[in-house]
């Protein structure tokens, strides 16, 4: 098998799924909405799925957790032995992952979960099959094929079940009205949770730390505050606390490739002014976006209240360190 094999073999495998993702999205209609109103009602939403299916179920939950429904994954054979009684009568809802829609566990609990009256969504590769016709919304992810047709490894039909958990928990996000401070209250260690919980204030360098300099002192005196203070740069303070400019290492570096005499330079000759600031109300999540989403990406930022005094420095490295 030669390289061009191998990779004409992976791209084959990426279009199977991708012609799966189409088909499940085609197949979608009002019985989807019925699904995301039937998990916005249930007090706790239980997913079930066996193998492979049981993998995408545990993921499906977790996302579902993650937008603040409580959500747990149960096996279905554990459920038949005691497992089962975690579902609350007549205020949760199922979830049954199977890609035939014949999984003889899946069905054996039917009947179990009839008697505590809970609605169940099956998401199955049949819609003809007998969870399908058994449920009380069905929703259609049958791929053509899998990416290996000859085994039919469960790979196009995982992850259109997969996809279709995501969509679920995305819609159902919507309809719920959850916000992204909603989700950073629920990642509170994750990154995106801290970008969104945490603000300038919380992480900034303050006070003595601060490398600051007056626009009249001389260049040598910058470097010496740099070196002491070790955050990269140098604010250019008026006498007032307002800021006027900022000299970076970089500007530095570059300053040196084409002066060979620093004698005669002061701060205000090398600084760039008006440089780009941050509120200390602001998120980690916008510091971010401002130092990264621009064509010359940025290192730090100071720190300026609203009448445009020098309050701190924040660095992409603090950033990214941030911890609660």
Known sequence: MTDDDILNKARYVFQKEINGLQKAKNAIDINFVRAVKTLFSAEKIIVFGL???????????????????????????????????????????????????????????????????????????????????????????????????????????????LAMGDALAVALMHYMKFTA????????????????????????????????????EDFRNVLIEMTAKGLGCV???????????????????????????????CAKNCMTANPVCISPQATLGQALAMMENRQKQLSVLPVVDSGGHCVGIVRIHDIIRAEL
């Open 181 to 216: 401070e909603d989700f950073a209250a629920s990642h509170p260690l994750g990154q995106i949770g801290r970008n969104l919980l945490l603000t300038s204030a919380d992480i900034m360098h303050t006070g003595k730390a601060v490398p600051r300099i007056a626009p009249n």
């Open 51 to 161: 193998g492979k299916s049981g993998i995408i179920g545990q993921k499906i939950a977790a996302t579902l957790t993650s937008i603040g429904k409580t959500a747990i994954f149960i096996h279905p054979v554990e459920a038949l032995h005691g497992d089962i009684g975690t579902v609350k009568k007549g205020s949760d809802a199922v979830i049954f992952l199977s890609n035939s829609g014949t999984t003889a566990e899946l069905i054996r609990l039917l009947p179990h979960l009839r008697k505590r009256n809970v609605p169940i969504i099956a998401i199955v590769g049949s819609i003809n099959s007998p969870l399908a016709h058994s449920a009380d919304i069905a929703l259609d992810c049958s791929v053509e094929e899998e990416a290996v047709p000859d085994f039919t490894v469960p790979t196009a039909s995982t992850t259109a079940a």
């Open 235 to 265: 604010c250019i303070i008026e006498s007032d606390n307002t800021l006027v400019g900022i000299i970076t290492d970089g500007d530095v570096r570059r300053l040196l490739q084409h002066t060979e005499d620093i004698r005669s330079l």
